[in-house]
C-alpha cells in the first residue's frame, strides 16, 4: 500500500512503510525524531505497572527513557553545530499539507537537552520525594507524558503540531498541580493555570494561522526561512500580539503572572520540572524562536523588554516578601522568565547569547534548589525559612548542593550563572539613554534573585539548629543525586567555555539571531570591562539586601497590605464576574416560559425569512392559477378543512387530529404528484405526530381546551401567518429561479450502475450522501436519549414522593 | 378508544406492520421505502401495541429498552463506514457482494447494513419517546 490516506495518517506508523518515503537524512532519522516525542507518552503508559511492580526502583527504571533521549540529543550536537538543522517527520493530514513534523537546530536542541537531561534527574527524584504515595504510578504517568509534551512542543516543526503539543504541556500541567486534588487551593491553582495558559494557548494558534496566512508557510522552518516577510505586512502587529499574548500567558509574563506562585501547590518535583526549567520557558522558546520571523521592530522591542524588565522586578521584588522556600523560588522564576524576555526583546549578538546561557544556567541553578527545598520539606516537614536553622549537620550533602547552585545563582564567577551576568550585562552597556534604564533594572532585579539564592543556600543550613514538625533528616540518595548533580554542572559548565561556545551558545544563538553568531564567552575578570562593575554593583546591592532581608522582608508586607489588591484577587473577581454575567444572560434568555420561546423561535424565523426577500426586493411574481384535476382540488380543500379546524377547535384534541388531518392531505397532494417517499414518510410523520402529541397532552395535565386572549390570540396569529407567508413566499421564489440540474443528472446517471439502486432519494440517503444520514440518525438517538432523561427527571420525583396520592388526584382531574 | 374490537386487533395488526417495515426498509433501494420510512411504520407498530397493552406490556414484549435499539443502529451504520476503511476506500463508500442463490439474485452490500442502522435508529429513537410518555419506566 503506497500513498493512501489512511496508510499515512495512522500515525506514529512506525513500520517500515514509512520509512521507505525516507526524508532529508535518511530513512530511519524520521522514526528516531518521532520517538524522541513519543517514548515518554510510551513509558506513561507503562509507568503505574513499573511502579507497582518496581516498588521503590520505578523512579530509576523510569529515569532510563529521559537518559536515553537525552543520549540521542547528544548523537546530534555533531550536525547542528555545524548549523545544520535536522528535519523529519510522518504525514499527518497530507490533505492540509499538515505534518507530524520536527526540526533539531541549536535552540531544539538546548531545550531538548535541558528537558530530557533534568527530567532524568527529576524522575528519579520523584521516586525518592513521592516513595510509598498511593498515586506515585499516576504521579510518574503524568510526568513523562508532560516530558513527551514538552519534547514535541520544542521538536515541533509543523504549527499545528506545535500547538497540539503546547496545549498538551498546559494539560498535562493541569493534572500534575491539580495531582493532590483533595485539597481545594490545589484545585483552584490547576484550574487557574490550565484557564490562563490554555487561553493564551488560543491567542497562540490564532496568530499562528495569521502568520501562515502572511508568509504562506505553515511550519516553523518554512517562517524562518522566509524571515522579514512578516514585519512588512499590515497584519503584522495583530499577529505578533497574538504571538506574544500566548508566549507571556504559558511563561507568566507581567500580567499573567499570577498563576505561576499558586502553582507551586504542586507536588515539588512538579514545581522543579514543570514551573522551573521546563514549561514555563515554552514561551520564551517560542519568542526565541519567532525572533527572525516577528522580531526587529520597535513594537517588538518595547513590547517584550517593557513586560519582561517588569516582570523582573515584580519577581523579583516579592520574592524578598516570602517566607516559604518554594514560594521564594517561584517569584524568582517570574524574575527570571522576565530577564530572559528582555534579552530576547533586545535581540543582540551579546543580549541573546546571554539570554542562551541564563537559560542553561537557570534551568540548571533553579531545578537543583526547588529539588533542595523539597528535600528540606521532605527532612523537617516545614519550609518556613524563619524556622528553618542549622541543617548543616542533619544535611551536609544537601547543604553542598544548595551552596552550589545559590553560588550560580548569586553569579559568582566560575559558575555559569557569572558568564550568563556578564554577557547579558555586556549588551547593555553601551552607555545610551534605554539602555542604561534596562541595565539598572537588569541589576536591581538579579540583585534581589541572588539574595533569595544566597537565603536558600545558607539560611536554612546555618545558625543554631531550631526544632522543625520532623527531626531532621538526610534525603535518600534519590533525592540528592539530581541537586548535587545539576549543582556541580552549573560549576563545571564556567570552566568548560570553548566547548560551550561552539556547542551551545553559537548553534543556538544562530537560530535566535538568525544570523551566524560566533560566541565568545571567556571566564574573565577584566577591571576594564565595563560589564564587570555592574556584576560588583549586583552583588554590592544584593549583600546590602542579604544583610538586612528580614527587615526587607517586614517593609514589603506592609506595603503588600497596604496595596491590598492582588492580580490573583483580581483574576477570581474576573472569574466571578463570568460567572454571574453567564447566570444573567441564563435567567434573561432562560426564563421557562415555554410559549414564549416558540413564540421567539417562530418570530424570529419569520423575519430571517422575509427580511432577505423585501431588503433585496426580489419578492416572486404571482403564480398562474393552477390547474389541477377534482380528485387533486379534494385533497387541497381536506387540507384546508383540516386546518380551519386546528384554529376553531374547542378542545386540544381536537386540535391535533385535525392537524394530522391536515397533514394526510398534504401526503395525499404529494402521492398524486409523484413523490411516493415523501408521501410514504409524511403519512407515518403524521401518524406517529399525533400519536406522539396525543400522549404529550396526557402528561402535561392541561386543560382540555386552549383559552387564549384576545392579543395572545392577535399575537400568535401575526406570527404564524407571517411565518407560512415566508415559507410560501420562498418556496415560489425557488421555484421561479432556473434550477441547477446537474446534481440530478449526476444521481440519475449513477444510480443504478455504480450504486445498484433505482430508488435514487434513498441511494442518497444511504450512499451518496450517507455521512450527513449518519449524523442525522445519532442526533435522532441522542435526542430520543435525552427525552427519556428529561421525562425520567421529571417523572422519578413525583412518583416516588407521594406515588398513591398524586394518581388518585390525576384520576379525579 | 380502548375497546374490545381495538385490543383484539391491535397485536395481530402490530405484528403485520412490524414484518411491513422490515419489508419496505429491504425493498428500498429500488421502490420507494428504505430504512427511515421502514423506521417509522415499525414505530407506528410499536405505539399502536403500547396504546392497546400498555407501555408496561410493551416493554416486555420488546424484550431490550428501545434506546438499546437506537444505540445499536448508529452503531451498525459506522460500522458499515468502518468496513470500507478496512478495504482502503475512502469513508462510507458502498462496498457490493452481489450472489446467485437457489436461482434468486442476492445482493448484500454496505449500504445495506447502513440502511439497517437507520432502521434501527429511528424504531428505538421513536418507540423510547413513545412508551417513555406512555407509562413510567417504573411500572414494569
Not at chain 1, 540548571?364 to 528553618?388: E, P, S, Y
Not at chain 1, 541543617?391 to 547543604?399: G, I, S, Y
Not at chain 1, 396569529?717 to 411565518?723: D, N
Not at chain 1, 441511494?763 to 428529561?790: C, K, N, P, Q
Request: aromatic residues 10%; contains cysteine; glycine residues 10%.
Amino acid at each position: 500500500m503506497p500513498t493512501d490516506s489512511f496508510g499515512q495518517s495512522c500515525f506514529p506508523g512506525l513500520d517500515d512503510e514509512i520509512g521507505d518515503r525516507g526524508t532529508r537524512l535518511g530513512p530511519d532519522l524520521d522514526v528516531v525524531v518521532a520517538l524522541i516525542a513519543l517514548a515518554p507518552f510510551i513509558a506513561a503508559l507503562l509507568a503505574p505497572w513499573i511502579t507497582r511492580f518496581a516498588g521503590p526502583m520505578a523512579g530509576w527504571i523510569l529515569a532510563i527513557v529521559p537518559a536515553a533521549i537525552f543520549a540521542t540529543f547528544l548523537s546530534f550536537i555533531g550536525p547542528v553545530s555545524d548549523l545544520t538543522a535536522i528535519q523529519a517527520g510522518l504525514d499527518w493530514i497530507p490533505a492540509y499539507g499538515i505534518r507530524f513534523s520536527f526540526f533539531i537546530d541549536g535552540l531544539s536542541l538546548v531545550f531538548g537537552a535541558l528537558i530530557s537531561g533534568i527530567g532524568t534527574f527529576i524522575i528519579i527524584y520523584s521516586g525518592g520525594y513521592l516513595a510509598g504515595h498511593p498515586h506515585q504510578g499516576r504521579f510518574f504517568s503524568y510526568m513523562l507524558m508532560f516530558m513527551g509534551s514538552m519534547l514535541g512542543l520544542v521538536l515541533a516543526d509543523n504549527i499545528f503540531t506545535l500547538f497540539v503539543f503546547w496545549e498538551l504541556t498546559s494539560i498535562t500541567s493541569f493534572l500534575l498541580i491539580g495531582f493532590d486534588h483533595s485539597r481545594q487551593a490545589a484545585r483552584r491553582a490547576a484550574i487557574q493555570a490550565l484557564i490562563v495558559t490554555g487561553g493564551g494557548g488560543l491567542a497562540l494558534l490564532a496568530g499562528l494561522i495569521m502568520l501562515t496566512l502572511i508568509t504562506g508557510q505553515n511550519s516553523l522552518s518554512g517562517m524562518l526561512a522566509s524571515a522579514g516577510v512578516a514585519q512588512q505586512s499590515g497584519a503584522y502587529l495583530v499577529a505578533m500580539l497574538l504571538v506574544v499574548a500566548g508566549a507571556f500567558a504559558k511563561s507568566a509574563q507581567f500580567p499573567f503572572h499570577f498563576w505561576l506562585p499558586n502553582a507551586m501547590e504542586a507536588p515539588t518535583p512538579v514545581s522543579a520540572y514543570l514551573h522551573s526549567a521546563t514549561m514555563v520557558k515554552a514561551g520564551v522558546y517560542l519568542l526565541a524562536r519567532m525572533n527572525p520571523v516577528l522580531g526587529g521592530t520597535q513594537a517588538w522591542f518595547w513590547i517584550l523588554t517593557v513586560f519582561g524588565g517588569i516582570t523582573l522586578l515584580l519577581g523579583g521584588v516579592l520574592a524578598l516578601r516570602q517566607t516559604d522556600l518554594k514560594q521564594k523560588l517561584a517569584y524568582t522564576t517570574l524574575g527570571s522568565l522576565g530577564l530572559l524576555v528582555m534579552l530576547i526583546g533586545f535581540g543582540t549578538k551579546e543580549a541573546v547569547l546571554g539570554a542562551v546561557l541564563y537559560l542553561c544556567a537557570h534551568s540548571l541553578f533553579k531545578g537543583a534548589l526547588f529539588m533542595v527545598a523539597g528535600t528540606i520539606d521532605h527532612g523537617t516537614g516545614t519550609r518556613d525559612i524563619t524556622v528553618l536553622r542549622g541543617l548543616r549537620e542533619a544535611m551536609p550533602v544537601t547543604f553542598i548542593a544548595a551552596l552550589l547552585s545559590g553560588f550560580s545563582m548569586a553569579g559568582f564567577p566560575i559558575a555559569i550563572g557569572f558568564l550568563a551576568k556578564e554577557e547579558m550585562y555586556l549588551a547593555l552597556t553601551s552607555g545610551v539613554w534605554p539602555d542604561l534604564l534596562f541595565l539598572a533594572v537588569m541589576v536591581v532585579g538579579n540583585a534581589c534573585m541572588m539574595v533569595v539564592g544566597l537565603l536558600i543556600a545558607l539560611r536554612p543550613f546555618l545558625g543554631e539548629p531550631r526544632p522543625t514538625p520532623h527531626v531532621p533528616h538526610e534525603g535518600s540518595v534519590s533525592l540528592f543525586a539530581g541537586p548535587v548533580v545539576l549543582g556541580v554542572l552549573g560549576i563545571v559548565a564556567g570552566l568548560f567555555t570553548d566547548w560551550l561556545n561552539r556547542v551551545v551558545l553559537s548553534p543556538a544563538g544562530a537560530s535566535i539571531y538568525d544570523g551566524a553568531v560566533d560566541a565568545q564567552v571567556h571566564l574573565a575578570f577584566d577591571l576594564l570591562n565595563p560589564a564587570i562593575w555592574a556584576s560588583i554593583v549586583t552583588w554590592a546591592l544584593g549583600i546590602a539586601l542579604f544583610w538586612h532581608a528580614d527587615n526587607v522582608r517586614l517593609a514589603l508586607r506592609r506595603v503588600g497590605e497596604g496595596i491590598g489588591w492582588t492580580f490573583d484577587a483580581g483574576f477570581d473577581a474576573a472569574m466571578f464576574g463570568l460567572i454571574r454575567f453567564g447566570d444573567r444572560v441564563t435567567r434573561l434568555l432562560h426564563h421557562g416560559r415555554l410559549e414564549l420561546y416558540l413564540l421567539l423561535f417562530f418570530a424570529v424565523l419569520a423575519v430571517s425569512l422575509l427580511a432577505p426577500l423585501i431588503v433585496s426586493n426580489s419578492l416572486p411574481s404571482l403564480p398562474d392559477w393552477p390547474v389541477l384535476t377534482f380528485y387533486e382540488w379534494g385533497a387541497v380543500l381536506i387540507a384546508a378543512i383540516g386546518l380551519i379546524t386546528v384554529v376553531g377547535a374547542r378542545s386540544r384534541l381536537t386540535a391535533i387530529v385535525a392537524l394530522g388531518i391536515q397533514g394526510f392531505a398534504v401526503a395525499v397532494i404529494f402521492m398524486l404528484f409523484g413523490a411516493p417517499d415523501l408521501s410514504f414518510t409524511q403519512f407515518m410523520v403524521e401518524t406517529l405526530s399525533v400519536i406522539i402529541l396525543a400522549l404529550v397532552m396526557t402528561r402535561l395535565h392541561l386543560g382540555k381546551a386552549d383559552h387564549r386572549e384576545l392579543e395572545a390570540a392577535i399575537r400568535d396569529g401575526t406570527v404564524a401567518i407571517a411565518v407560512g407567508a415566508g415559507i410560501t413566499i420562498l418556496l415560489l421564489v425557488v421555484l421561479q429561479t432556473d434550477l441547477d440540474l446537474s446534481l440530478t443528472e449526476l444521481f440519475q446517471a449513477t444510480s443504478t450502475p455504480i450504486a445498484h439502486g433505482r430508488n435514487i432519494v434513498n441511494v442518497i440517503l444511504v450512499d451518496y450522501r450517507a455521512i450527513d444520514t449518519l449524523g442525522e440518525i445519532s442526533v435522532v438517538m441522542a435526542a430520543g436519549l435525552a427525552i427519556l432523561a428529561l421525562i425520567r427527571h421529571r417523572a422519578k420525583p413525583e412518583s416516588a414522593k407521594k406515588p398513591r396520592s398524586t394518581r388518585r388526584k390525576e384520576k379525579a382531574a | 378508544m380502548n375497546t374490545v374490537i381495538f385490543r383484539t386487533a391491535a397485536p395481530a395488526l402490530s405484528a403485520l406492520m412490524l414484518v411491513f417495515s422490515v419489508f419496505v426498509m429491504l425493498r428500498g433501494h429500488n421502490e420507494p421505502g428504505g430504512g427511515f420510512i421502514g423506521g417509522l411504520i415499525g414505530a407506528s407498530g410499536i405505539a399502536i401495541y403500547s396504546i392497546s397493552a400498555g407501555a408496561a406490556a410493551t416493554r416486555r414484549a420488546l424484550r431490550v429498552h428501545p434506546i438499546t435499539l437506537a444505540g445499536l443502529g448508529v452503531v451498525l451504520a459506522a460500522i458499515a463506514g468502518f468496513v470500507s476503511l478496512a478495504t482502503e476506500v475512502p469513508f462510507l463508500t458502498g462496498l457490493w457482494w452481489i450472489f446467485e442463490f437457489e436461482g434468486a439474485e442476492i445482493a448484500l452490500s454496505t449500504p445495506l447494513l447502513f440502511d439497517i442502522g437507520v432502521y434501527a435508529v429511528v424504531v428505538g429513537a421513536i418507540s423510547t419517546i413513545a412508551l417513555a410518555l406512555d407509562g413510567e419506566e417504573g411500572d414494569d
